[in-house]
Structure formats: structure tokens, C-alpha cells
């Protein structure tokens, strides 16, 4: 007798989970853009810190896409459109930053909310880390923008600052 296989995670789930995919990526897209813009300036150190949270970000995507593959569901890659911004200077740049990690947060909230209406304790799971991780995600941007507006936007203490953004070791690294 042929059985038809069915995912064990809900369409909605799946089709927002999808969605969380693509916005994560879209966050590695816009870091990486961004650590671009830090190369033009010659603060490297700031470069290396964005560069790394590009790696994070996909990371993010990762975790989900897993998730998705391990409950049997279907991971739909989407478009992902070029980022554009307008910040100019360090601070303008990680006030950006801060905005999209506060959007994030946003996103990962409904999610949770959505996991709690489908009665899928799993995805739940998934999201508390999420949850938390972007209490982290924010704090380390606003930490930066504390130090920028004490250092302003030029002059030796910026340099310092650079310095050691540029100290940022990976995930990886730091579980070492
Ligand atoms: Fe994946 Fe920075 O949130």
C-alpha cells in the first residue's frame, strides 16, 4: 500500500519560516554591504566586525533551513534584493544597524506568536533561542553607538575603537 508522506510541521509554519529565511539573509546581505562601506573608510577593524556578522547572519538562515529539512518540510530559497542605505558615517551606519536588528526582533516575536496559535511546541523551541539571541544582537549594536557617540566620528580614539572592533573573533573562534 503506497502512503503519502506528509511534513510534521504545518504549512503556515513552513511558508513563515521560509520567510525568515530569506529576511536573514537579507540581514547577511546588508552586513556585508555595509562592511564594505567601512573598507572605503579605512576603519577595518569596524569591516571585519560587519564581515562577521554576515557569517552570523547565515548562520541564522542555516539554523532554520535545518529545521525546516529535519521536521520533513520544504525550504523555498527567495529572492534577495540589493540592500540599499543611506548612512554615511560609523554611528549613521550602526544606528542602521541597530534598526534592522530591532525589525529582526520584530519578525522572530511574530513567529514566536504564530508557534504559540499552531500549537507547534517545536518551532517554539527553535524561536526561544532566537528570542534570546536577539536581546544579544541589539545590546552589541547599541554598545557600538554608545562608543561612537563618546568618540565621534574622526581622530585617534575612533582608530582605537577600530582596533579593536577588529579584536572580534567568530563564533568558532570563541568556543575555542
Ligand atoms: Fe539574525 Fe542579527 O539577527
New binding site residues.
Given amino acids: 500500500m503506497q502512503t503519502m508522506k506528509s511534513s510534521s510541521i504545518s504549512q503556515t509554519m513552513q511558508d513563515a519560516i521560509n520567510d525568515q529565511i530569506q529576511a536573514?539573509l537579507e540581514?547577511a546581505y546588508l552586513y556585508l554591504a555595509l562592511a564594505a562601506r567601512m573598507e572605503q573608510l579605512h576603519l577595518k577593524g569596524f569591516a571585519h566586525w560587519l564581515r562577521l556578522?554576515w557569517q552570523?547572519?547565515t548562520q541564522?538562515a542555516l539554523k532554520f533551513y535545518d529545521y525546516l529539512l529535519q521536521r520533513d518540510g520544504v525550504v523555498q530559497l527567495k529572492e534577495l534584493p540589493t540592500p540599499t542605505y543611506e548612512a554615511e558615517t560609523p554611528l549613521e551606519i550602526f544606528e542602521l544597524v541597530l534598526e534592522h536588528?530591532k525589525y529582526?526582533t520584530r519578525r522572530i516575536n511574530d513567529l514566536y506568536a504564530l508557534s504559540g496559535k499552531e500549537r507547534d511546541y517545536a518551532s517554539q523551541t527553535l524561536l526561544q533561542w532566537f528570542v534570546d539571541?536577539?536581546i544579544e544582537?541589539e545590546e552589541s549594536a547599541r554598545d557600538i553607538i554608545d562608543d561612537l557617540r563618546l568618540v565621534g566620528d574622526s581622530g585617534a580614539s575612533l582608530f582605537l575603537l577600530d582596533r579593536e572592533l577588529g579584536q572580534r573573533q567568530s563564533e568558532e573562534e570563541g568556543e575555542e
Fill in positions: 536573514e540581514s556578522q552570523e547572519e541564522h536588528e529582526i539571541e536577539q544582537e
